[in-house]
């Protein structure tokens, strides 16, 4: 069983800068898939974005030139580095690991995930 952690969310001002991490209790081979995705209340679970095979070329367009998504695999570890938040930014963020082969952004696609950092931008 693996377990994904995330931490590093609070409440910051728009236009402010938050940094989530999210580590794997263990290494997985496909430890190089991991995504973040995040949930506002009453709205569906979308991607954010995502790592493959090391590389991480996969952001929505709503954060893309904001947001950073980056690997750490000594440290079992993804981040997500979000800058020029926004308050449509709030929401409560995940991480997602172990890829099954499908879109980036497909819940589906995504073996374990974590529990959860909130986010909130007022």
């Known amino acids: 069983h693996v377990q994904l952690v995330e931490s590093g969310g609070g409440s910051v001002q728009a236009g402010g800068s938050l940094r989530l991490s999210c580590a794997a209790s263990r290494y997985m081979y496909d430890n190089g898939c991991m995504g973040w995705f995040r949930q506002a209340p009453e709205k569906e679970r979308e991607g954010v974005a995502a790592?493959?095979?090391?590389?991480?070329?996969y952001s929505s367009e709503s954060v893309r030139g904001r947001f950073t998504i980056s690997l750490d695999n000594a440290n079992n570890s993804v981040y997500l580095l979000m800058n020029s938040l926004k308050p449509e930014d709030t929401g409560t963020y995940y991480c997602?690991?172990?890829?099954?082969?499908?879109?980036?952004?497909?819940?589906?696609?995504?073996?374990?995930w974590g529990q959860g950092t909130q986010v909130t931008v007022s």
């Open positions: 997602a690991a172990a890829c099954r082969g499908l879109s980036w952004d497909d819940r589906d696609n995504y073996k374990y």
């Open positions: 790592c493959v095979w090391g590389t991480c070329p």
